[in-house]
């Protein structure tokens, strides 16, 4: 028996060692190349497959340099506005949601862009503490390796947002007939404003919820100036 708990221990520490230079390696590698495919895509793919719906996966990856600047700015006041000062976790929006998921049973998130780089691109959506465990493990990780410019470059291009619909070109595409580096400010908006649920809301034929907050984003825009560069970034209101 001793022999045995030897022999697993020894195994356990090399598998350990193993997933974590893997994981290392992986994340300084997508600092330099696309990414190829996430899990959700596969998730969402199999989804299909199982409910007899033709399978979709559309995405097109472009460098940040061919996306509307007016994306990022509008992903950055709809989703982080600590973005470039937080070193990849909102304290106190983790504090807050903490505090109303413990009086309510409908959760919210208090996740940065960061973080959701992190779940999209390297683990499953399915919600657990030890997905969120991980979660926080890449997200220290691509802060480290990663640019901010990078991370949100990565971020435009995996994020989902519609069926079968994943990245700001395949989008772009999709729901307005146009380049990603066409956008106009109000279709980034859009575009911003159906992340929190992209398979439930169209940015091309808004309700009046999503309008609403099209609205809001461009008046954040707004309010920050009206420009996003990534050498002078605006700083959190």
């Keep these: ?18 997933y974590f230079a893997l994981s290392i390696f992986s994340v300084i590698l997508f600092r330099f190349v696309p990414i190829p495919v996430t899990p959700l895509m596969l998730f969402r793919c199999v989804d299909q497959k199982i409910a007899g719906q033709p399978m979709k996966l559309d995405k097109t990856w472009v460098s940040i340099d ?29 504090k807050a949601a903490w505090k109303h998921d413990e009086k309510s049973k409908r959760l919210v998130g208090a996740s940065t862009i960061s973080q959701q780089t992190a779940k999209n691109v390297f683990l499953s959506t ?14 220290v990780l691509i802060e480290l390796f990663w640019s901010k410019k990078r991370i949100m470059e990565v971020y435009l291009n995996v994020v989902e947002l519609g069926k079968g619909i994943y990245g700001a070109e395949a989008a772009s595409e999709f729901y307005f007939h146009k380049h990603a580096k066409d956008l106009t400010r109000e279709e980034c908006s859009a575009l911003a404003a159906i992340l929190p649920d992209p398979l439930k809301w169209s940015p091309s034929r808004p309700g009046p919820f999503v309008q609403s907050r099209i609205q809001w984003i461009m008046s954040q825009m707004n309010d920050y100036g009206g420009k996003f560069d990534f050498n002078n970034p605006p700083k959190s209101h």
Excluded at 1 to 18: G, Y
Excluded at 67 to 84: K, N, T, V
Excluded at 126 to 139: D, N
Aim: glycine fraction near 4%.
């Design 1 to 18: 028996m001793k022999n045995f708990f030897s022999i697993l221990w020894k195994w356990t520490k090399r598998i350990a060692i193993a």
């Design 66 to 94: 061919k996306i509307s600047p007016d994306l990022p700015f509008a992903a950055f006041c709809s989703e982080d506005q600590d973005f470039f000062t937080h070193h990849g976790f909102n304290w106190e929006g983790i």
């Design 126 to 139: 399915r919600r657990s503490w030890i997905r969120k465990g991980f979660e926080a493990y890449f997200t």
